[in-house]
């Protein structure tokens, strides 16, 4: 019944933690830019992520689900000022707050050695691929005709050939109700 991308985990902002952990990797070059899609008029992400060095989209219909900001966030990578032009895109939720480098860079590792689509499998939870997933460019078009909240997984699931999954260490857990944000507080 919140907003719960400002939520906070440990004293911050869920979603200013998901930006810090991007951020540091797009200093250490892992990622040549950040673009964040949120909600039109959500002055609580926006004030928040204010100086986050983000390019920002604002998504005018929210309620069209998760799928309407991929294909925002997607086709912001094409435009001016995000540069170098994108060869591939993380896609990055902002309720899941435990993105760290050695995922990204797992991810970048084999998508440089030949994989279209990278998602990562967590120790901690072997059983279900997890998030963040990396997309190529030449499987951007997967993003077109994503429509609710499902996100990319109904088209992941029916092109399981293009998809290439690496093991992680850690966890990520999805932050969706104040039990799980409470749970991820207590753990060390």
């Known amino acids: 019944g919140s907003n719960k991308l400002v939520a906070t985990l440990r004293g911050r902002p869920l979603v200013l933690q998901t930006l810090e952990h991007l951020t540091s990797a797009r200093r250490s070059g892992l990622l040549a830019g950040v673009v964040t899609v949120t909600a039109a008029g959500d002055e609580a992400v926006a004030h928040t992520i204010a100086h986050s060095g983000s390019v920002v989209v604002e ?3 929210p309620a069209a689900g998760m799928g309407r900001s991929l294909q925002l966030g997607i086709r912001r990578l094409d435009d001016p000022p995000v540069e170098p032009m994108a ?12 993105v760290g480098q050695e995922v990204l860079t797992a991810l970048r590792d084999a998508w440089l050695g030949g994989a279209d689509i990278v998602r990562p499998v967590y120790r901690e939870d072997p059983g ?7 997309l190529d460019r030449s499987r951007w078009h997967l993003v077109d005709d994503i429509q609710g909240d499902r996100g990319l997984g109904p088209a992941l ?14 966890y990520n857990p999805d932050i969706d109700t104040p039990a799980d944000l409470a749970a991820l507080e207590e753990r060390p």
């Open 128 to 134: 279900t691929p997890g998030h963040p997933v990396l």
């Open 59 to 61: 998504n005018p219909n």
């Open 157 to 170: 699931a029916s092109h399981t050939d293009w998809v290439t999954t690496v093991m992680v260490e850690g």
């Open 87 to 98: 060869e591939a895109a993380v896609i990055v939720l902002a309720d899941q707050p435990m």
